[in-house]
């Protein structure tokens, strides 16, 4: 059995972090490759059914990025969405998710280096948590699984 | 306290009123229930109707759910918890507020029915009630129940028993319960995440997913709701425990700032699933973090429609 390298869906505002992303591509800082990066237009679009959605088909962390509050491309989109946040952060946490497998972060486009610095912390405690087993369900076996 | 009668004298005679008035061309209260120990919905067009209208300890639907959508002008018998509710959808754009007529009925809880059954376990064949005792009628036995020791639980923590946003009371107000403290959910926190996992697991083993909670849920008008949608598919059509979760977490989700613990979700459960407790998470978050209990004036804001630029949310790095 090889070691255990944790799948992270990353959920990245447009405007700013997935510019970080781009960023720390381009100045060649180094940086886990383990999470997938979904595009979302603002952290506003952000609905708890896609963390759960993550979670249920075997994600072992989810992450969460956008603009700093007041930065935001469309005026106040992420300012909704930390209220979003706070309610889904407590559910989550209340009903026994642990708390490094979903992260927050706000990461500006110009946040190369906290972008570096972030993504390796969420995949080192999410590699510390092991795999999500109680929180998925159950694998379809369709026989594919070398193509997964 | 009115007797059980005395107000549901008055309710009749307030229908009447705003049939007659042209306030309401619909009254919907309470009528006797077909099966005993319960009330049903039951929607008042004339002043002989409004003689079918009761008050009664099991009035637990909430009948705001009726009115999302519904035409003309409407009048609603009303708890506290109720009329949280219909401020909650006059918010959110679900009624208008110049078509309703809301009769509110200062409450003293309701009944859980699995309380009952839980003391007096023989077959009964009648049963009478007054406001502050039930008595089961069995073929050798008559068992009186005092209500205080069968509330429902969202009924001992409620400290909003007058609808004070009603357009008429009823009766004189009645003074509020010790408000939830959610003591046993701080306690649950400070168990470990597999513990408490282990819990709501636990806690919706039994879950058929007919969601009877949905339907009964006056929050609950999305035309589609998330469940039902195919594309894409956000739960699976089986009981798998993880859509199971998934269902009740996004219900509670979806409840967030807006759940006014009428408990309709929990008297509606056919295998008595506590729901209510994924909403008592988000009602203990926006109580902390604003200060917001859903339904309590005309003008406050639902939390999650607005923000304030110093929110604070130490756990976003």
């Known amino acids: 059995m ?31 490759p383990n999470f997938r990066v979904v595009r979302l237009p603002c952290t506003g679009r952000l609905n708890p059914k896609f963390i759960l959605e993550a979670f249920k088909r075997g994600a072992d962390g989810v992450w969460v990025s956008g603009c700093h509050p007041g930065d935001c491309h469309y005026i106040a989109g992420n300012y909704y969405a930390r209220r979003k946040f706070i309610v889904m952060h407590y559910m989550l946490d209340s009903i026994g998710l642990e708390a490094d497998r979903l992260r927050f972060s706000w990461i500006s486009s110009a946040e190369a280096t906290k972008f570096q610095h972030m993504a390796t912390d969420v995949v080192e405690h999410v590699r510390a948590c092991g795999p999500n087993l109680k929180f998925r369900k159950a694998p379809l076996i369709l026989g594919m699984e070398e193509v997964a | 306290m009115p007797s059980l009668e005395e107000t549901t004298q008055k309710i009749r005679e307030t229908a009447k009123k705003a049939l007659a008035d042209g306030k309401a061309e619909v009254v919907i209260g309470y009528k006797k229930g077909t099966y005993p120990l319960s009330t049903a919905p039951f929607f008042a067009r004339t002043p002989e109707d409004c003689d079918q209208l009761i008050w009664s300890n099991f009035a637990r639907i909430n009948l705001a759910n009726y009115l999302p959508g519904r035409p003309g002008k409407v009048a609603v018998v009303a708890k506290g918890c109720d009329a949280r509710s219909i401020v909650g959808q006059v918010a959110e754009n679900q009624f208008h507020k110049d078509n309703l007529y809301v009769i509110g009925v200062p409450c003293t809880g309701m009944v859980d029915n699995n309380l009952i059954a839980a003391k007096e376990q023989r077959p009964y064949r009648d049963y009478s009630e007054t406001l502050d005792t039930i008595t089961l009628k069995g073929a050798d036995f008559s068992t009186e129940i005092k209500k205080e020791e069968v509330l429902r639980r969202n009924c001992r923590t409620c400290a909003n028993r007058t609808p004070k946003t009603a357009d008429e009371l009823v009766g004189p107000e009645v003074p509020g319960a010790q408000a939830d403290d959610f003591a046993d959910l701080k306690e649950l926190h400070s168990k470990s995440p597999e513990e408490r996992m282990e819990y709501f697991k636990d806690l919706i083993k039994d879950c058929l997913r007919c969601y009877a909670c949905r339907n009964a849920c006056p929050l609950c008008y999305c035309p589609v709701c998330f469940v039902d949608e195919t594309r894409p598919q956000w739960l699976g059509k089986s009981t798998d425990p993880m859509d199971t979760l998934t269902f009740h977490l996004l219900r509670g989700l979806h409840c967030a700032g807006r759940c006014t613990s009428c408990g309709a979700c929990e008297t509606a459960c056919p295998v008595n699933i506590k729901v209510r407790e994924f909403n008592r998470i988000t009602e203990e978050t926006v109580m902390d973090e604003w200060g917001y209990e859903a339904g309590l004036s005309w003008e406050q804001k639902p939390p999650l429609t607005v923000f304030q630029p110093d929110d604070e949310a130490s756990f976003i790095k």
């Open chain 1, 2 to 32: 090889s070691e255990f390298e944790p799948k992270i869906v990353a959920f990245f505002c447009n405007w700013c972090t997935y510019g970080a992303a781009d960023l720390a591509g381009v100045s060649r800082l180094e940086y886990p």
